[in-house]
């Protein structure tokens, strides 16, 4: 299953691996390679650890050369936020990365293949086995075109419930959030919400936890306004 997947992941991200095995680790959750009774197939850590380091560098370079005017404070923070776990899982869904995961039978059970904390592993894991085949470069050209770009949309999607908040207060309303449907079972459920400004029902969003589904909602208030 996984070379034919394989194939179709190396096609929409535009890189092919000379080395297979990397990218299957890269894939590998260690609940799948604890499963295997034989020749058992090294998980994604250690080459999450390596993209870690891999995409904190490029990050940093990038952001450096885009904004001279930023002190070294701003920068770190503008980092932390462009590279964080749930920004990084916005990636990774952007590109599907979730169904290519190699889980065991109780991860799978349990939702993991939506897990924003697996699919943010996955993501740098991809960029290390990327880099130790096809060197820095190639690996930054990966993270300019499926993590650094698009950076306006992206911040408004990871800090939309901080800015609607800011600007429903600097028009003195009050805004709060009202779980109206939670439906799937325990371990797959999904959670709508809507947000509520004042008395009136301004938008809503699905998500696989009320924090998700809180942010989806924010999101959806804030393209609403931008068109209006």
């Not at 604890?34 to 990050?59: M, T």
């Not at 599907?96 to 799978?108: A, D, M, S």
């Not at 207060?169 to 919400?193: I, M």
């Amino acid at each position: 299953m996984l070379s034919q997947n394989s194939k179709e992941l190396e096609e929409r991200i535009g890189y092919h691996f000379k080395d297979k095995a990397l990218l299957k680790q890269a894939l590998t959750h260690s609940s799948f390679s604890n499963e295997q009774k034989v020749n058992k197939q090294k998980n994604y850590e250690r080459l999450e650890f390596l993209g870690d380091a891999v995409l904190e560098l490029a990050s940093s370079k990038f952001f450096y050369q885009q904004h001279p005017e930023m002190a070294e404070g701003q920068l770190t923070k503008l980092r932390s936020s462009m590279v964080c776990e749930p920004a990084l899982a916005f990636c990774a869904r952007d590109i599907e990365l979730g169904k290519y995961i190699l889980l065991g039978k109780g991860e799978e059970a349990t939702g993991g293949r939506e897990r924003d904390s697996i699919t943010s592993d996955v993501m740098e894991a991809v960029i290390g086995a990327v880099y130790l085949d096809g060197g820095f470069e190639e690996a930054e050209k990966f993270i300019l075109k499926y993590i650094l770009s698009d950076l306006e949309n992206k911040k408004l999607f990871y800090d939309s419930k901080t800015i609607l908040q800011e600007r429903v207060q600097k028009d003195g309303r009050e805004l709060h959030y009202v779980l109206v449907e939670e439906s799937g079972p325990d371990h797959d459920k999904l959670f709508t919400v809507e947000a509520v400004i004042g008395d009136e029902t301004v938008g809503s969003g699905t998500g696989r936890t009320k924090k998700s589904a809180e942010q989806q909602a924010a999101y959806a208030v804030l393209l609403k306004w931008g068109k209006q």
